[in-house]
C-alpha cells in the first residue's frame, strides 16, 4: 500500500482541530520536531509538520499482547498517527500473510497489538476477497440482481425523507430485491463445497451425536462466568432479526432412528424422531438455477433494521403500531400487548421465551421514547415520519450496542475490542492525531470506519445476502440454562426457581405478569449463561413439544440442519474460510484424550465431524474468547458485511436522514443507559457498577 504521508505537514493544522475530540487528551500541547518543547511524562511527541508536534499519550498496550477486560472496561487505547500508518503498511506485506497460523491455529492473540490488528485486517481483507458467494445468476458484470419470478423488482421513487421498507426491498435502488425478505441466503464457501451429500444426512446419526457429545449432564452445568444471560438472550434476539428459514414442511420430513436405549422410547415412545425439512426455495428457475447447490430462502429482512421488533410484512407492523406520534402500542403497564397463545405481540414471535419478552419490551419502549422526543422536536411532523425516523434510530443503537458492547462482552480480548470500535468508527478513533481525508488511503474503513462513511459501501462483488454459514456458527443454544432462580432487585431475596423450559411462550409472559421487569431484569443480569463446548447442550431442548411439529430434539435438528443445507464439515469448513484442517481430535481438544475418544468413537475420523460440533470442542481458543477460532472467522466477515452492505449505515447515516437528535442519540447511549432510563430503580443494582450491561451485575 503506497500512502501519501505529505500530509505531515499539509494537514497539520486538520489535526489539531481534530484534537478536541480525540479520546484520552485533554488540553492540546505541543512539542518541537528535533528540539524544542518537550513533553511532560507519559506523553510522546507526535509530528504534525515538518518542525511541530504533538503531545499524545504513550499508551503502555503498544506492542503488547492483548489483555482480558474485566467489569470496569477495556484499557484506554491511542494510536500514534505515524503507528496507524506502519500497521496499514504491515496488513499489506506479503510477509504477515505467510504467519497468520501457528500449526492449524491463528496467532493473532499472541502477538502485540498492532501486529494482532494487522493480522485481523488481512484475515477480514481476504475474507471479503475469497468468502461471499452469490445464491444467484445472471445480469451483467458485478453484482447479480436479485430476482424472484413471483414479484417484480420494485420501484424506488424517492420519497421526501429517507426511511426502510418493511421487506427490506429498495436498500439499492438499482438492485431492489437484494436483502428483502423472501430472498435467498448467501454463501461464505464456493458453489462446489456447498452441495449437500443427502448419503451423508444420518452419517453418524444425529441424535447420537446429541445424546452422545451435546447433552449436559444432570447437575453439571458449564456456565461463563464473565457474561450474563442478558447476553444470551441478546443472540436470540438478534438472530430473529437477521434469517429465518420459515416454518418447515409437514410433509417432507427427515425420519432419524432412534437406538434401543434411547430415552425418547421410554419417555413418548418413539421409535423414530420425525423432523421435517427445510421449506425449499420458491424462487428457484429452471434452467437457470440448475447448477445451483440447494437455496432456501430468508423469511425476514436481511438487514438489520430492527425486524424482530417491527415485522417483515405490512400487516404485522399496522397491527403492532398505536398510529399516533410514530409510536408502538404499549400497555398501560409498560408490558407489549398480548398476541395469540398467551404472549407479547411483536415482530418476531417464533421460538419465544422470557429473555424475549424482556428484550422486545425493553426496545418497544426504547423506539417510544426516541419518537416522543423527535415529536418534541420537530412538531409539524406526521405520525408516519416520527415512525419511520424512530425506527431508524432504535435499530442503529441495537446495531451499536451489538458490535460495541455484545461482541467485546463474548469475547473480552483488548485487541478485539479495539477491532470492533474500528468497525463502527475505524481506527482514527483511537489515533493521535487523527488522520484527514489522506488522498489514497481515504475512504478505507481500516482507518475512517464503516458507519457514516459514505463512500465506504462495499459489496465486494457480492449481492448482499445473510448466509447459512453465518446461520450455522449462531447456533448457540448451550447459552441456555436449565433454570432460573428470580430474585428481587431491591433484596437479592429468592422469589422462585424456575425451569428454563417454562418460561416458553406464555409461560414467559406469566413470568414477567407476576415478578416485574425489574426483576427478571435483575436475575438475568446476575446469572450466568452456559459455555459454547460440548456436554453442555440444554437437557429440556433434547425432549421438547413444538406446536404443529411434535416431539423434538434441538440438538439433533440442529446438526441435520448443517447437513441438510450443504454446510461443509468442519474440516472442510475451516479449508474453504483460509484455515488449514486440524490433523485429528486430540489437537482439536487440547490433549484431552477422554473427549477425544469419545468424539472418535461417534465420528470414526475428524473429517466426518460436523461444523458445530467441532466449534464446541476446540480447546485453543483466542485468549479470552467465549467460542473458538472457526466460528470467528465467519464473525469477523460478517460482522462488517452487515454495515457495509447498508446505504442506511453508509451513504445514509447522517442527519439528513437520522436527524442530529438522532445521531446524538445513537451515540450518546448504551445497554446499560436505555435499562436505566426504563428501569431506573435498576441503579441500586450491581449495574450500576459495570462498565458493560452484558457483564455480571455483580
Not at 500508518?85 to 493473532?108: C, E, H, M
Not at 490488528?117 to 458484470?141: P, S, W
Not at 418493511?166 to 423472501?182: E, F, K, V
Not at 446505504?647 to 442519540?665: K, P, Q, S, V
Amino acid at each position: 500500500m503506497k500512502i501519501d504521508v505529505g500530509w505531515f505537514a499539509r494537514f497539520g493544522a486538520l489535526g489539531f482541530v481534530c484534537l478536541l475530540w480525540t479520546p484520552g487528551i485533554g488540553q492540546a500541547q505541543y512539542c518541537g520536531v528535533g528540539g524544542g518543547p518537550v513533553c511532560d511524562p507519559g506523553l510522546v511527541c507526535e509530528p504534525v509538520s515538518a518542525t511541530t508536534g504533538l503531545c499524545c499519550p504513550d499508551d503502555p498496550m503498544t506492542g503488547q499482547p492483548p489483555v482480558c477486560i474485566g467489569p470496569s472496561g477495556p484499557p484506554a487505547a491511542t494510536v500514534l498517527a505515524s503507528d496507524l500508518i506502519g500497521l496499514l503498511g504491515l496488513a499489506s506485506d506479503p510477509a504477515l500473510a505467510a504467519d497468520l497460523f501457528t500449526g492449524p491455529w491463528t496467532n493473532w492473540y499472541r502477538d502485540g497489538r498492532e501486529r494482532g490488528l494487522a493480522k485481523l485486517a488481512l484475515m477480514r481483507g481476504i475474507l471479503e476477497t475469497y468468502n461471499l458467494t452469490d445464491m444467484y445468476v445472471g445480469g451483467a458484470t458485478g453484482v447479480p440482481l436479485v430476482t424472484d419470478p413471483a414479484r417484480p423488482s420494485p420501484m424506488c421513487p424517492p420519497g421526501d425523507y429517507a426511511a426502510r421498507t418493511l421487506d427490506g426491498s429498495c436498500n439499492d435502488p438499482l438492485n431492489p430485491l437484494m436483502g428483502a425478505r423472501g430472498t435467498r441466503f448467501g454463501r461464505n464457501v464456493p458453489l462446489a463445497g456447498a452441495h449437500a451429500d443427502p448419503s451423508m444426512l444420518l452419517e453418524p446419526n444425529p441424535r447420537k451425536v446429541s445424546l452422545s457429545l451435546l447433552r449436559r449432564r444432570i447437575g453439571r452445568f458449564q456456565p461463563v462466568p464473565f457474561l450474563n444471560n442478558l447476553a444470551g438472550a441478546w443472540t436470540q434476539f438478534q438472530i430473529h432479526d437477521w434469517f429465518d428459514h420459515g416454518r418447515p414442511h409437514t410433509r417432507d420430513v427427515i425420519e432419524v432412528p432412534l437406538s434401543r436405549w434411547d430415552p425418547l422410547r421410554f419417555t413418548r415412545g418413539l421409535d423414530t424422531l420425525i423432523v421435517p425439512a427445510t421449506r425449499a426455495d420458491p424462487t428457484r428457475v429452471a434452467g437457470r438455477d440448475d447448477a445451483l447447490p440447494p437455496t432456501f430462502t430468508n423469511e425476514v429482512t436481511h438487514w438489520w433494521d430492527g425486524s424482530q421488533i417491527y415485522g417483515s410484512d405490512d400487516a404485522t407492523a399496522h397491527r403492532l403500531r398505536a398510529h399516533h406520534g410514530g409510536r408502538l402500542r404499549v400497555q398501560a403497564d409498560g408490558l407489549l400487548p398480548v398476541g395469540s397463545r398467551g404472549y407479547s405481540d411483536t415482530g418476531m414471535r417464533e421460538n419465544f421465551w422470557v429473555g424475549l419478552e424482556l428484550l422486545h419490551t425493553i426496545f418497544a419502549l426504547e423506539h417510544n421514547a426516541i419518537a416522543d422526543m423527535l415529536a418534541a422536536t420537530y412538531p409539524s411532523w406526521d405520525d408516519e415520519r416520527l415512525f419511520q425516523t424512530a425506527r431508524l434510530i432504535n435499530a442503529a443503537l441495537i446495531a451499536k450496542i451489538h458490535t460495541l458492547e455484545w461482541t467485546p462482552a463474548i469475547l473480552p480480548n483488548s485487541s478485539l475490542d479495539v477491532a470492533m470500535n474500528t468497525n463502527w468508527y475505524g481506527l482514527n478513533h483511537f489515533a493521535c492525531p487523527p488522520l484527514p481525508e489522506i488522498p489514497g488511503l481515504y475512504p478505507n474503513p481500516v482507518v475512517y470506519g464503516v458507519v457514516g462513511n459514505a463512500a465506504g459501501r462495499d459489496l465486494h462483488d457480492a449481492a448482499y445476502a445473510m448466509t447459512e454459514e453465518f446461520v450455522s456458527v449462531y447456533r448457540m443454544h448451550p447459552l441456555l440454562p436449565e433454570v432460573f432462580a428470580v430474585r428481587s432487585a431491591r433484596s437479592g431475596r429468592l422469589r422462585q426457581i424456575v425451569p428454563t423450559g417454562r418460561t416458553r411462550d406464555g409461560g414467559g409472559r406469566q413470568l414477567v405478569e407476576r415478578h416485574g421487569m425489574t426483576d427478571m431484569l435483575y436475575t438475568f443480569g446476575t446469572s450466568h449463561p452456559g459455555a459454547l463446548v460440548l456436554g453442555n447442550y440444554p437437557r429440556f431442548l433434547q425432549d421438547i413439544e413444538i406446536p404443529g411439529r411434535g416431539v423434538m430434539d434441538m440438538g439433533t435438528v440442529d446438526v441435520l440442519r448443517d447437513r441438510e443445507r450443504g454446510v461443509p464439515r468442519y474440516n472442510q469448513a475451516r479449508q474453504m474460510l483460509g484455515m488449514p484442517p486440524v490433523p485429528d481430535f486430540l489437537t482439536l481438544t487440547g490433549g484431552d484424550r477422554g473427549l477425544a475418544h469419545r468424539l472418535q468413537r461417534v465420528y470414526g475420523t475428524i473429517d466426518r465431524l460436523d461444523l458445530m460440533v467441532g466449534t464446541f470442542a476446540e480447546a485453543q481458543r483466542p485468549s479470552c474468547y467465549g467460542f473458538g477460532e472457526t466460528l470467528f472467522q465467519v464473525f469477523t466477515l460478517m460482522a462488517t458485511r452487515r454495515l457495509q452492505a447498508d446505504r442506511y449505515y453508509t451513504e445514509l447515516y447522517n442527519a439528513d436522514t437520522y436527524t442530529n437528535e438522532g445521531l446524538i442519540w445513537v451515540e450518546a447511549n448504551s445497554m446499560k443507559s436505555v435499562l436505566l432510563r426504563h428501569f431506573p430503580d435498576l441503579a441500586d443494582t450491581g449495574l450500576a457498577h459495570v462498565d458493560n450491561a452484558f457483564y455480571p451485575w455483580e
